[in-house]
């Protein structure tokens, strides 16, 4: 039996691992992490992430192929394969400052592998890193003569959050980056074997480790590229009265173009998306392509923008004031099925209404938990309340942050009622049938399309 070990048990690690435990009954697969809450709660009845279908999985291998601990030494040096997936946050402090990658979890881990092994190791970048990450990785792992191989594989994830489990059964492609040597190639192989357990062989690409690295920036660039894209189309539908969906369903029709990650909304969020181009624009910055920094910077500039915009025609619509108004906020995650809230939109919306002397209270199913923690400083201001029909009562204006399935079937006619007048909708997500709410009375804003006002 041979040994998987995953460094680092959060949203990538622990589900990712998870599959593989389930696919590969052939392998052993420890995930091991610095934080003991974390590993505990892997292995309770609650885990650590909420993501739809996992808990199933994780139960069906929890300590039969699948285990979680905190021994990090041990586990390094049984392990034959070892897949690092610790945070790669942007940097807060120093040279590259809010754009470079911060690398210090990954060279601690990187020394760890290095004191901890006695036989030979596979080494595979699962965190998304700078390019050529894997040259440092591996001069810090040769950086001794102790008679250990190591070979160092790229093999970035692209599971979304929400969708993780359907993405890692069913990939669009997964990515393997190596060395073109002999013992490169072999290890290439060995990797291309476990995800061959369940993924068609034409669907495992295989390429440079340069390549790998640098595909996983991309993928994430040009996504956010096409929200940005659509969300500074938003701007000027709301200038023309064009109808952004109709734009987005028209040119999405074209099959070049195609009709995913066309829907305007306040921005994007989560931990990866304005992570990976600030993470290209520095690299581009390095050398020296400074045109190209810019042009990828652009992409965030209109996700900012974007998240100002909404809530300036939040307060003008609203008569140029919000102060003491309250404002039901429903949605706080990045995006709908997860309870991560790394990046959101609505953490930059709450905090400007705040700073307008709103007075706010926030629901949502699954983020409430992190809501609290992102804005602390603001704690005594807010309520938090995860019934939306309590939330809304006596509001003047309800704000859709994330795009909730729920919050489709709402009863909006019991919830008008309770509001004060004139009552006031945003959807950030066009998730409703706003001729249906204009018609019970309320006042309607959302992205990209001409404003529904009564008054
Ligand atoms: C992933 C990717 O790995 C990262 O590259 C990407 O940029 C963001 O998404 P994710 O799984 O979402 O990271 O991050 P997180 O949930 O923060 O998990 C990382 C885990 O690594 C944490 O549980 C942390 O405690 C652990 N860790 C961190 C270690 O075990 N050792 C360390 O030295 C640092
Ligand atoms: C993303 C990538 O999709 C994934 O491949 C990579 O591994 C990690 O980063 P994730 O951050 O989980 O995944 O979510 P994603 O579904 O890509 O959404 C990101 C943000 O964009 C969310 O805030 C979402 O609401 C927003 N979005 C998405 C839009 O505003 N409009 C769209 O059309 C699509």
Not at 185 to 212: C, D, F, G, M, R
Not at 435 to 450: E, R, S
Request: net charge negative.
């Amino acid at each position: 039996m041979r040994n998987i070990l995953c460094i680092g048990a959060g949203y990538v690690g622990g589900p990712t691992m998870a599959m593989i435990a389930k696919k590969c009954p052939d392998y052993t697969v420890t995930v091991v992490d610095i934080n003991e809450d974390r590993i505990e709660k892997w292995q309770s009845e609650t885990l650590p992430i909420y993501e739809p279908s996992l808990k199933p999985i994780v139960a069906e291998t929890l300590n039969k192929n699948l285990f979680f601990s905190t021994d990090v030494a041990g586990n390094i040096t049984k392990a034959d394969i070892i897949f690092v997936s610790v945070n790669t946050p942007t940097k807060t402090f120093g040279k590259g400052a809010g754009k470079a990658a911060d690398l210090q979890y990954w060279e601690k881990t990187a020394r760890q592998i290095l004191t901890h092994s006695k036989s030979n190791k596979i080494v595979v970048e699962k965190s998304t890193l700078p390019v050529r990450t894997a040259e440092a990785m591996e001069r810090i792992l040769n950086s001794h003569d102790n008679g250990v191989h190591f070979e160092v594989l790229s093999n970035p994830e692209f599971l979304a959050e929400g969708t993780a489990i359907r993405d890692l059964i069913n990939p669009d492609r997964v990515l393997i980056g190596g060395h073109h040597s002999k013992s490169g190639q072999e290890a290439v192989s060995e990797l291309v074997n476990i995800y061959a357990h369940w993924v068609p062989a034409e669907k495992i690409l295989t390429t440079n480790l340069w390549s790998s690295e640098l595909s996983k920036l991309v993928a994430n660039a040009f996504l956010s590229q096409r929200i940005s894209s659509i969300n500074a189309i938003s701007a000027l539908c709301e200038a023309t009265e064009a109808d952004v969906e109709e734009v987005s369903k028209a040119i999405g029709t074209d099959s070049r173009i195609g009709s995913k990650f066309l829907n305007a909304s306040i921005g994007f969020g989560g931990s990866c998306f304005q992570k990976d181009i600030l993470n290209m624009v520095y690299l581009c910055e390095y050398y020296g392509l400074h045109e190209v920094a810019n042009y990828w910077e652009q992409v965030v500039s209109i996700n900012t923008y974007q998240k100002q915009r909404f809530v300036s025609r939040m307060i003008k619509s609203m008569f140029n004031t919000v102060v003491d108004k309250k404002i039901a906020i429903l949605g706080f995650a990045f995006k709908a099925n997860t309870g991560d809230t790394r990046e959101s939109p609505a953490i930059d919306i709450c905090k400007q209404l705040l700073e307008e002397c709103a007075s706010l209270t926030i629901s949502d199913p699954k983020a409430i938990k992190n809501a609290k923690k992102d804005l602390e400083q603001f704690i005594d201001k807010i309520e938090f309340e995860p019934d939306p029909y309590a939330a809304a009562a006596n509001a003047h204006a309800l704000a859709i942050l994330t795009e909730w399935e729920e919050y489709k079937s709402l009863d909006y006619k019991k919830i008008f009622d309770t509001m004060i007048k004139p009552a006031f909708i945003f959807d950030g997500r066009n998730i409703l049938d706003h001729q249906q709410l204009f018609d019970i009375g309320y006042n309607v804003c959302a992205i990209g399309k001409p404003e529904l006002s009564h008054l």
